[in-house]
């Protein structure tokens, strides 16, 4: 997959793209069905099967306080959708010129001028440009207009839950991994660097990793039976999300407790799949309280991870794992 961030990288017009609009935070499962009419369009025609999304996500520039914490850095994204089998993504900058540029003119300039644009292919409620003119119905007229196709995907549920970013979120901040997985296709992952902590799991014997993540949403504070990828190796662990509140500690931290390896794992990048939550944060009455329930997290991580299998990618749950 090319990826481009200033259509000026664009030295010729695309071939007969066919194309979708979308931010696409958490490329979960309903995103991956516009994807895959995307791909089959474009292939049907030998054309280019293209993605066109923004950075930052629009709402942080034209309304901070109702922007979303998003599900995925913009690297993740760009590797989710590159899974798709998607030949070009557009990820153009969302700024305030582009906020303040007409439908008509985004239409004109860029979907066609510059990327020739031949069948849009968006779902049922986008709408994009100054005050959202640019919805289904100015997107059809446009095609009768100026010569492309539009074909506006109904809403994509699994059983009668629409896929959505935004319940997702809710899932995530919930704690509730497991079900989120199952709106996204694959397991909720957090990466980041193993930096320097206070150093009392080591002092409590069970010695923990933590990591500085880039991150926006975390799940809510408690603590997971997590697979961990460090470079090829596959790890089983258990991640602690919290404040340390037996501890009197203010500040959010992200530790994880590897199950059967010991290593100076500092500076190194960490990978975590969220598969269960095992319980909430807990103030406890003392050392030795919070110990036995460690114990008890181990234990059970352990019977969740000995079967658990990891699901990085997947189209949705008919097709299987890619």
Known sequence: MRIIHDLTELTTVPRHTVATIGNFDGVH????????????????AQG?????????????????????????????RERLIAASRIDLLVCLPFTAALAALPATTFVTEILLRALGLK????????????????????????????????EVLPPIKQNQDVYSSTRIRQLLLEGEVEAAASLLGRHFTLEGEVIHGAGRGRKLGF??????????????????????????????????????????????????????????????????????????????????????????????????????RVIEYQEDPEQGEN
């Not at 499962?29 to 369009?41: D, N, Q, S, T, Y």
């Open 207 to 308: 010695p923990t990793a933590n990591l500085r993540t880039g991150k926006e949403l975390l799940p809510k504070a408690g603590v997971y039976a997590v697979k961990v990828q460090h470079g090829a190796a596959l790890l089983n662990g258990v991640v602690n999300i919290g404040k340390n509140p037996t501890f009197g500690e203010n500040e959010l931290s992200v530790e994880v407790h590897l199950l059967d390896i010991q290593a100076n794992l500092y500076g190194e990048t960490l990978r975590f799949y969220f598969v269960q939550r095992l319980r909430g944060e807990v103030r406890f009455a003392g050392v030795p309280e919070l110990c036995a329930a460690i114990q008890s997290d181990i234990i059970r991580a352990r019977q969740i991870l000995s079967h658990a």
């Open 48 to 76: 280019t099967a293209t993605v066109i999304t923004f950075n930052p996500h629009p709402l942080k520039l034209l309304a901070p306080e109702r922007a979303p914490l998003l599900i995925d850095t913009y690297a993740e």
């Open 29 to 44: 499962l309903g995103h991956r069905a516009i994807f895959r009419r995307v791909v089959a369009e474009a292939r049907q």
């Open 119 to 150: 069948h849009l292919i968006v779902g049922y409620d986008y709408a994009f440009g100054r005050d959202r003119q640019g919805d289904a119905i100015f997107l059809q007229d446009c095609g009768e207009r100026y010569g492309f196709t539009v």
